[in-house]
């Protein structure tokens, strides 16, 4: 017996012929349809696939609303800045000519004054002219000291002729009298009081002062001061006159022989006159 009688065989059991045959069918089967399958799918098909279409949202927004709004909006803020800027140039073009009529209205202005002035020192200059040709046609009033009471015999008693007077100044009268006449030949500049120019009140005040009298320095209140006396009967120191008393627009100062003292005008300045050179409205006599 051998050794090995009783180890079991290892080969693999046979199978028989039917187990093989089926199982061999169905590998063909299986085999055959994955072959068709491979050919429909490497062949195209004859019907066309379907596309797809994506639709798109629709803007339920007014666009064209919005565009016309913007537009407008910008339209009107142009127009106004243009609005501003003529608004803008009309106002400096008004300042600008504001500005240049006003420096000719001056210009006029001024021009008219130094005519206004140029004419009131030529109509002054031709009145005094004119004074002065009056007085040199006419018989200076003289002072006398007396008038004869016979022919060739003096009269004993003393008579005042008009605008005379009988003795000359002493005293207080004499000291303003004197300074007034040292004063003629300087200038005549209105509301002047000395020492180098004077206006007709100025002077009178000036000279009083020479007597210790403190007079009033308007021309009005000076008219009014003292008492009034006749053109007749002026003695040197007394105040003359022009215009009303009271309201009187010029002074000066009688000085005796018929003539005054006076500040008269910017052109003749502080002059000695007679009084046929401007007869005075009226006199008062302070001293």
Known sequence: MSLTAHIPSHRKPRRSASKLAVRAGVAGGVLSTLAMAGTASATPSAEPAHETTLEMPVLSLDLSAEVSSSVAKAAENTRAAAVDGELNALEETARTGAAAEAKQLKADAQQKADAEAKAKQEADRKAEAERAGRSTARTPIQSNSGSSGSKGTPSTGSQQGKGTVTAPATGSAAAIVNFARAQVGKAYVLGGTGPSSFDCSGLV???????????????????????SVSLNALQPGDILYWGSKGSAYHVAVYVGGGKFVGAQNPSTGIVERSLSYDKPTGAVRVL
């Open 205 to 227: 005040q000036a000279a009083y002062r020479q007597a210790g009298i403190n007079l009033p320095r308007m021309s009005q209140a000076q008219s009014s001061a003292g008492t």
